[in-house]
Nanobody, 125 residues
Framework: QVQLAESGGGLVQAGGSLRLSCVVS????????MGWFRQAPQKEREFVAA????????YYGDSVKGRFTISRDNAKNTVYLQMNSLKPEDTAVYYC??????????????????WGQGTQVTVSS
């Protein structure tokens, strides 16, 4: 019913910037709180950022506060993750997820009903 497609990943040098995009399609495509998670090899999936349906409320994981910014453009059914001051430890597959109208505790993976396929971000030293 709902499909998510991430893009914008790639290879950047430490200290550089990258912007990820997530296009949402299907039923009520702009009606979801949205989140970004990441998973590095042999590590647990980690919460990165989340944004309410209106875009007014945002949440960030401790490791990215002050460096990453989540935003959304509901007219384009798109969520963005602007990543600045990138570090090698940011290297991971980044996943976009949709939570739905009634979602709580957006920093938890179980709050999300739909997931994208992921996009690889690699930060070189």
């Amino acid at each position: 019913q709902v499909q998510l497609a991430e893009s914008g990943g790639g290879l950047v040098q430490a200290g550089g910037s990258l912007r990820l995009s997530c296009v949402v399609s299907g039923r009520t495509a702009s009606s979801y709180a949205m989140g970004w998670f990441r998973q590095a090899p042999q590590k647990e999936r980690e919460f990165v950022a989340a944004i309410s349906w209106s875009g007014v409320i945002t949440y960030y994981g401790d490791s990215v506060k002050g460096r990453f910014t989540i935003s959304r453009d509901n007219a384009k059914n798109t969520v963005y993750l602007q990543m600045n001051s990138l570090k090698p430890e940011d290297t991971a597959v980044y996943y976009c997820a949709a939570a739905g109208v009634g979602a709580r505790t957006l920093e938890k993976a179980y709050a999300y009903a739909y997931w994208g396929q992921g996009t690889q971000v690699t930060v070189s030293s």
